[in-house]
């Protein structure tokens, strides 16, 4: 099916996204952002990218520990812990961790491991494109970026939509199949969101990586090092020194 915004409608529903996703990526109050789209009558096309955008913020609030399966049997996994926000995205040959005091962003080559730590996202910076450049290219897409193309969704009325619901590893989703979208980083991709608002999978080519992820286990819970370095890692720190 077709299902086309009202512009202005869509832009209050992209600016309601923008803001959740600075706030998932950095750590920020969600209450700053508000209802997305709260009060308003929105298109169906509108409303239902909506309704999965809201799903996501709100599990930006929550802890937990989502492990993926990829292709040839590769699998990663995204924790997320709250007071104070950090997040953990575990993958083949990598992890990125971001805390509010560093962003690590462990690789192995070679069966060695390097983490190179730099300061943690602004809320002034592009967290989209920081993530995307350090995860998308390994094989796994962070929450953020998926709300972030909604976000595109909602604003391009050429885009075709349709809807399906599944379930994930026990977990009931809704699913979107996108295609034709113009002024994003993907110009079609599927993505299922679970009832909590956990990313239960996502099909495509974004920023010329192809990402195949589906949810395999889901845990309310995460390991106590989670978001610890690769004990065997060496570390290269560029975070600006503190001058007393």
């Known amino acids: 099916m077709r299902l086309a915004p009202q512009s202005l409608r869509?832009?209050?529903t992209?600016?309601?996204?923008?803001?959740?996703?600075?706030?998932?990526?950095?750590?920020?109050?969600?209450?700053?952002?508000?209802?997305?789209?709260?009060?308003?009558?929105?298109?169906?096309?509108?409303?239902?990218?909506?309704?999965?955008?809201?799903?996501?913020?709100?599990?930006?609030?929550?802890?937990?520990?989502?492990?993926y399966s990829l292709?040839?049997?590769?699998?990663?996994?995204?924790a997320q812990a709250q007071d104070p926000v950090r997040a953990a995205y575990t993958?083949?040959?990598?992890?990125?961790?971001?805390?509010?005091e560093e962003t690590a962003d462990c690789r192995t080559q070679s069966r060695s491991t390097t983490c190179t730590l730099t300061p943690p996202p602004s809320p002034l910076g592009d967290p989209t494109t920081a993530l995307l450049s350090q995860i998308g290219s390994r094989g796994l897409i962070a929450p953020a970026m998926v709300i972030s193309l909604f976000g595109a969704v909602a604003l391009d009325d050429d885009t075709m939509v349709t809807q399906h619901d599944?379930?994930?590893?026990?977990?009931?989703?809704?699913?979107?199949?996108?295609?034709?979208?113009?002024?994003?980083?993907?110009?079609?991709?599927?993505?299922?969101?679970?009832t909590d608002?956990?990313?239960?999978?996502?099909?495509?080519?974004?920023?010329?990586?192809?990402?195949d992820v589906t949810l395999s286990q889901y845990e309310s819970t995460v390991a106590a090092d989670a978001f610890a370095l690769p004990s065997d890692a060496a570390t290269i720190d560029k975070r600006p020194r503190q001058t007393k």
């Open 10 to 12: 869509a832009r209050r």
């Open 14 to 67: 992209f600016a309601a996204v923008a803001c959740t996703l600075v706030a998932v990526s950095t750590g920020m109050s969600m209450t700053a952002c508000g209802a997305v789209g709260d009060g308003q009558q929105l298109s169906s096309r509108a409303q239902l990218v909506d309704d999965l955008a809201s799903r996501m913020s709100s599990a930006g609030s929550l802890t937990y520990t989502a492990t």
């Open 71 to 78: 292709p040839r049997g590769a699998s990663a996994t995204i």
């Open 91 to 100: 993958y083949p040959a990598g992890k990125l961790v971001l805390t509010p």
């Open 166 to 194: 599944t379930t994930l590893s026990g977990e009931h989703a809704t699913c979107l199949d996108v295609s034709n979208l113009s002024n994003a980083p993907s110009t079609s991709f599927s993505a299922c969101i679970t």
């Open 197 to 211: 608002g956990l990313l239960g999978s996502f099909e495509g080519t974004v920023a010329g990586n192809t990402i």
